[in-house]
């Protein structure tokens, strides 16, 4: 928490808590960092941070907080939620669906008899979604979704120009599916525009601290909590989370469910956001990356998280209720 890390670290558990994780992370080196896009591999696989912001607004971080870096995935579940905004639940579904694949975040492959991209989270469907984005011209798109990103942060945003072009000159996986995608009509749009606003969202730079308050953003029903203004109307929420859920980690989706327990997102450049709806936001920041293309820090930190604070959807036992000092739920008796 910048500088008063120091004062945070003694008074509250939970600085405390980040501060161990990072001390015992920090050594761990599992994993690659991407190079698939060139400007990527470039990076210092040693950074490494990890920020909460609560719906309070109190941030709580630890370690190269302030170092910036490109989005990349964790931008589909905010350009979801803009394009759920600009069309409605009923049309989104029309060109985007919401079935987990158990397949690589750049899988080639559209719902056999539908033809839409299979969720809104892998490449094919996150370019799907992009082209939903409202607006008269390129440049009005493009400063549609950096304003949103503003209203989530709490400041402006850039593209990083650099990785913008490594991307847009290397990207011809993303390039075959979109034009997949416009042979079944899934896209309406030209090509090329949505394709570099697609790279431009990717390459939006942010930091570990900037992640967190955006996942807080979400679990505080789309008000960002430091600014108070709204990102996202409210009842996208629920739309944004349950794809999260089921479909933010790729092919770990289903075991992340199942250890971790709360929406998520990664991205190639190395973050992890998690949301704790109704408490807080968790970011992870740590380039090297495990062969599902999810930071493998991030993963274990976001492990540890959830363990320490009970922070499973489905854990009935919520430390949160005893700190109340309240029973967790009502006991039912059989026949009553
Ligand atoms: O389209 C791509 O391949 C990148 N701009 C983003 C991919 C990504 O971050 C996948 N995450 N793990």
């Known amino acids: 928490m910048g ?9 509250s558990p939970i600085q405390g808590f980040i501060a161990d994780l990072h001390h015992r992370y920090q050594h761990l080196q599992d994993g690659v960092v991407a190079n698939y896009i060139p400007e990527l591999a470039k990076v210092n696989p040693k950074l ?24 990349q995935s964790i931008s589909k579940v905010f350009v979801y ?4 905004a600009d069309r409605g639940r009923d049309y989104m579904l029309t060109r985007v669906g919401v079935e987990p694949t158990g397949d690589a975040f750049n899988s080639i492959i559209l719902d056999e008899q539908s033809k839409r991209p299979h969720n809104p989270m892998v490449n094919a469907g996150a ?11 390129p440049t009005e798109r493009l400063n549609r979704l950096l304003d949103m990103y503003r209203r989530y942060i709490g400041h402006d945003v850039f593209v990083d120009i650099s990785v913008f072009t490594s991307e847009r000159s290397t990207g011809h996986r993303n390039r075959a599916m979109a034009h997949l995608m416009l042979n079944f009509g899934m896209i309406d749009a030209q090509i090329e525009p949505v394709l570099d606003l697609y790279f431009q969202q990717c390459a939006v730079m942010v930091n ?4 967190a308050v955006m996942a807080a953003t979400l679990a505080n029903k789309g008000v960002n909590p430091l600014t108070q203004e709204t990102a996202v109307d409210s009842g996208c929420i629920k739309d944004i989370l349950s ?16 250890k971790v327990g709360i929406p998520a997102k990664s991205g190639v450049s190395g973050g992890i956001i998690a949301v704790v709806p109704g408490q807080m936001g968790i970011a992870v920041f740590s380039p090297p990356l ?6 493998v820090r991030g993963v274990k930190v976001c492990e540890e998280l959830s363990q320490e604070f009970g922070l499973h959807l489905f854990d009935c036992s919520s430390r949160f209720w005893d700190k109340l000092g309240m029973i967790a739920a009502p006991t039912f008796r059989n026949g009553n």
Do not use: P
């Not at 941070?49 to 609560?54: F, G, P």
């Not at 939620?81 to 759920?84: I, P, R, S």
């Not at 370019?127 to 011209?137: Q, R, Y």
């Open 3 to 11: 500088n008063q890390g120091e004062i945070e670290l003694i008074k």
């Open 48 to 71: 490494f941070s990890i920020a909460i912001a609560t719906v309070n607004g109190d941030v709580y971080a630890v370690g190269d907080v302030d170092h910036l870096f490109t989005i």
């Open 81 to 84: 939620g803009q394009a759920l």
């Open 127 to 137: 370019i799907a979604t992009t082209s939903l984005i409202k607006g008269n011209d």
């Open 208 to 211: 570990c601290r900037d992640l």
């Open 243 to 258: 794809v999260m859920y089921t479909c933010g980690m790729y092919n770990f989706a289903g075991e992340w469910a199942y």
């Open 290 to 295: 495990d062969s599902r293309g999810n930071s």
